[in-house]
């Protein structure tokens, strides 16, 4: 006859928080950035209504806050993605 230990459902062993700096603030980062450009397109554009920047200066500001909003959108989106997915999830 062998006897083997009966060992307790117990709860899992916590598991310790991933706090890092770099990935928790990312995402603020780039908003703040996409920001930024948007406030330097705006600038260019006030420059040039007031005939004291080019026209050349204001396009390739837009563009670069066209394309940071592009960057900022695209990375929400996937985040809410990526949230629903492990919301979808069945535990």
């Known amino acids: 006859m062998r006897v083997d230990v009966l060992v ?4 899992a062993a916590p598991v310790a928080a991933r706090n890092d700096a ?3 603030n990312a995402f ?3 908003v703040d950035a996409a920001g930024a450009v948007l406030d330097r397109a705006d600038a260019a554009e006030r ?3 007031a005939h004291r920047g080019g026209l050349q200066e204001m ?8 394309i940071a909003l592009q960057i900022a959108a695209t990375a929400a989106q ?4 990526s949230v629903a997915t492990l919301l979808g999830m069945q535990l």
């Open 8 to 11: 307790p459902d117990g709860p």
């Open 22 to 24: 770099s990935s928790t």
């Open 28 to 30: 603020a980062r780039l």
């Open 47 to 49: 420059a040039f209504a």
């Open 59 to 66: 396009v390739v500001e837009r563009a670069r806050a066209d």
């Open 78 to 81: 996937r985040t809410a993605q």
